[in-house]
Structures are given as C-alpha cells and as structure tokens.
C-alpha cells in the first residue's frame, strides 16, 4: 500500500518506489536489510538516496517483524504512519520539515511487515544543530539573540501545531542566509496526540537548545518565545523550569 503525501508527486513517488522494490532483488541489499532488522526497529537508508524528479529522496526503514510490532500497529497508528501524517499535517501548517514524498506499507500473511517513509534529502549547506550551536553560541550578543530569536519563533509554530518530541534538538538542521537563518525539523517518530506541548514540554524543548547559551540568553529567548504563544504570564517560572533541565553552563 503507498500513501502519497501530494496527489502532484504521485509519480515521483511512484518512481521511487519502483526502484525501491528493485533493491530487493539485490543480494548485497538484502544482507544488509537482514542486518538491519536483526539490529533496530528502524534505520535511514542515507547511503542508497534514490533520485526521481530531478530531486533525491532518502528511505526510512521501519521493521514490525515481531508479534509486538505487529500488536502494536493494530492498536494504534505504526511508527511510519505517524512519521508521514505529521510531517503531512506539520507541512500544511507552514512549519519547515524534511518534505514527505511517500510512505510505502509491506503485508505479509495479512499483517504488517514493514514501512518505508520516503523524503526529500536535506540540502547539503543545512548545518545540524548540534554541530551550529558550539560556533553560533561563542558569537557576540546581537549574533547569538538574533538567531535565538529565529529559533524561538519556529520553535513556536512547531509548538502551536501540537508537535513535540523529546530530541528536537537532535533533529534540526540550519542554514544561516544573510542576516537570517532558516530552520527544518524532522524525525517525528514520537509524536503522540495525548503528548501536546504543554508548560513543561515546551520548557524542556527549550532547554535542550540553551545548554551553549550564557543566562542571558535564556531570558531573552524564554521572553521572546512566551511572546510568540501569548504566554507572557507564565514567565518568571517559564524561565525556571528551563534552568531546572538545562542544568549549569556548559
């Protein structure tokens, strides 16, 4: 089964999946694919990036061979699933993330084997935030807010979309263009609808991006973000919790 994520893609999805479904006949493939499901639930297949439309997209793996996987999928939406629909829903909100072409579902016997997510690859000059924040956190005050504030005010719209994971932080990517930078998000494996982004969340999604940053900057973003929401009354113990979790300066 094959869930588009835009009816105008439909055959670049098409395609992408044709040459997916090839790889199977591949010896070398499917040890590795082996390899893979003996190891880990899920896996990004960054090193078979498949071209369709003049654009590169990337596989992501999902395995539901064992009963539990199996149990669990009957339950509630399977882990792909809720990876495409909110990349989906997060896209029709205007908030940036790695852009869904198709999710592509396997059957065995009647039952759920295996999902592939398939999305466009981010652009090369995207930086991980993890590997940004040591330089853009040693920069200069108006440098260091001016992106803090670029950051606070999509950390809102994602936040505002009801979306939130514990390792956002991990799964950010950045480009600085000019005076500004521009941000996608992705890997939304562990959006749940019974998990929105309340007080504590989204002081914790915070927090992760701060552990670089002086106090002052904490303030700033903290004061910035509650204005964005309209949360302003919640700041003196917004700016609290963050510290809680962000722990001392690194």
Partial sequence: MILYADESSKDAALEVVDK???LYEKDDFLKKLAEVEAGHKRHVFRDIPIAAKGKTFIPK??????????????????????????????????????????????????????????????????????????????MDEHTRRAFLFSLAS?????????????????????????????????????????????????????????????????HFMAKEYLKLIGKESWSENFVDEIFKRRGPLK
């Fill in 20 to 22: 997916w479904l090839a």
């Fill in 61 to 138: 793996y999902y395995r539901h061979t064992t009963f539990s996987h199996k149990a669990k999928a009957l339950i509630y939406h399977q882990v792909g699933r809720r990876n495409f629909s909110t990349l989906c829903h997060l896209m029709r909100e205007g908030v940036r993330v790695t852009t869904p072409l198709a999710l592509l579902t396997l059957y065995q016997r009647g039952l759920i084997h295996s999902e592939v997510l398939f999305t466009e690859k981010i652009p090369d000059n995207f930086i991980n935030f993890k590997e940004f924040a040591p330089t853009i956190s040693g």
């Fill in 154 to 218: 999509e950390l809102a719209a994602l936040h505002d979309a009801r979306a939130y994971t514990e390792d956002t932080d991990k799964n950010t990517f950045v480009l600085k263009e000019g005076l500004g930078y521009t941000f996608i998000f992705l890997d939304f494996d562990n959006v749940y609808p019974w998990r929105p982004p309340n007080f504590r969340r989204r002081a914790k999604n915070l927090s992760k991006f701060l552990n670089l940053f002086p106090d002052g900057d904490v």
